[in-house]
């Protein structure tokens, strides 16, 4: 079973910047897909950015620009830097990860989340 460890999450001002990092206990090299989801208040899960085999970077449009996806293969780290950040962004941050069971087989695994605040 993978386990995915977040941190980085806090209350920031407008404007402000934040990082997240999620550590896995299993090798990303190879990963399927890795990246975050937040959730609003009232609001269904929407993906935030990923980083898939290839390392082909996805964005919603709410965020392109502002935020950057990042990994560290040596570390099993994927990283969210999140700039310019506005209430809008206030959510819980979650990592996701897309592991290969077998050879036409995936897992998909989701860390515990972090609280992510922006105040006005």
């Known amino acids: 079973q993978v386990q995915l460890v977040e941190s980085g999450g806090g209350l920031v001002q407008a404007g402000g910047s934040l990082r997240l990092s999620c550590a896995a206990s299993?090798?990303?090299?190879?990963?399927?897909?890795m990246g975050w989801h937040r959730q609003a208040p009232g609001k269904q899960r929407e993906l935030v950015a990923n980083?898939?085999?290839?390392?082909?970077?996805n964005y919603a449009d709410s965020v392109k620009g502002r935020f950057t996806i990042s990994t560290d293969n040596a570390k099993n780290t994927v990283y969210l830097q999140m700039n310019s950040l506005n209430p809008e962004d206030t959510a819980i941050y979650y990592c996701?990860?897309?592991?290969?069971?077998?050879?036409?087989?995936?897992?998909?695994?989701w860390g515990q989340g972090t609280q992510v605040t922006v105040s006005s």
């Open positions: 299993a090798s990303i090299f190879s990963i399927n897909a």
């Open positions: 980083v898939t085999s290839g390392s082909i970077t």
């Open positions: 996701n990860a897309v592991f290969w069971r077998d050879a036409i087989h995936t897992q998909n695994y």
